[in-house]
């Protein structure tokens, strides 16, 4: 199901050398533990009762001290992770708030006239860039039900993981491509040097690219735990993505922060070139981060701080006779139900605005997913809001079982309730 993983993807620290079999690296490099989550369920297997369940890895990050890139100490096989993906691209007005700035960064840095997306889900930032001016767009993204559901749309895209021969398929139908976009799907790329040699074989000569990651200094500092479940092998600074392009034929060009998913970064890069003086917002990422094992370790300790804080809530109010559901079934929920051990007995059900996802449960803690309609149907007193990414446009959507009683509880470093 998984395989371990043991030298840093940035920039090789703790790399075995010697003979095969030998696992060993030159002076005894090793990753260092930064946070253990046990064994957990894979946070996107939402199954129905005759699916056959995937069952659990190790959740464990590994921060590499040369460069502090932080990376789970296992790889879960992707065509385990990926091959029926239900995770479709959120349709809200929070995701299209966040395509409006993306593309307006895009548009401060090229001509955007032909645009390839890596992982490009089900075409919705495609469609957008055509909306938005480009002339010629192509997807590449594993999951089939996902490809079939953009091609249907008339957004040519390609099925398969990017390797060299989608990246020639990519380059050859919308030549020369001006922007290759990879939206929160790096982090989830195991081989980085793979994925750069497919660069180099996709990009033009000024060809822009933009990786937008969950970025780890804000997930850090926000307490973000629930970012960190199996598909992310990664929780990526920028000093990592320094040290992984130090040998490539890659620079940094231009770091832009976004608020979307807790505090995303769209990491800019283009060919090396020796005349582009690197830009103020590299050289001011790289001076000022702070991911080191002391931002590690008052993570964890703060993280088990909120789960206690949530477990005490919630249970609490159970025990008073209130009825209490959870909202969003992200993968973020999977990972707050297993920290608290929640089962149908504390939350009755989770709704959820994706169809594929109705009639499943949520993995590990069997708890059944819902259509968003249950809130008013069933009148709960209150519902966790696991997705909240989406909080005001979410809170607005309730506003009827909200005037009927109902709170939603935030959950986070400190939990909330209105
Ligand atoms: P995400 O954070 O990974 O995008 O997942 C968000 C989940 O929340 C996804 O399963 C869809 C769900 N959701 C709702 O149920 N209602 C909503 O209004 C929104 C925006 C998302």
Redesign the pocket.
Known sequence: MYKLHTHCRACGYGKPSGPPGIKSSPSGEKLIEAMGLGLQPLANNFCGPDDEHHGFAPLKVMLCPRCSLAQLSVVVKPEILYSNYL?TT?K?A?MQEHFDRLWVSVCQECNPESVVEIGSNDGDFLDYARKHGAGAVCGIDPAANLTEIANRNGIQTFTGVFDEDTAKMARACVPPVSLVIARHVFAHIDDWLDFLFCLDVLCAKDTLVVIEVPYVCDMLKNVEFDTIYHEHLSYISIRAMEALLETSPFQLERIVRFPI?GGSVGIMIKRRNRNLPQCKSVQDHLDNEKATVKEWGEFKEKSVVAVGELDNEVRALVDQGSKVVG??????STVWLDCLEFTKKEIGFI????PG?WGKCSPGSDIPIVD?GALLRELPNYAILF?W??ER??LE?NKLWRGKGGKFIIPGPEVRIV
């Open positions: 995770y959120s809200s929070t998913h909202y969003g079934a992200a993968a973020k709704c959820d605005s994706t996802k968003e997705a990414v989406y446009e979410i959507k």
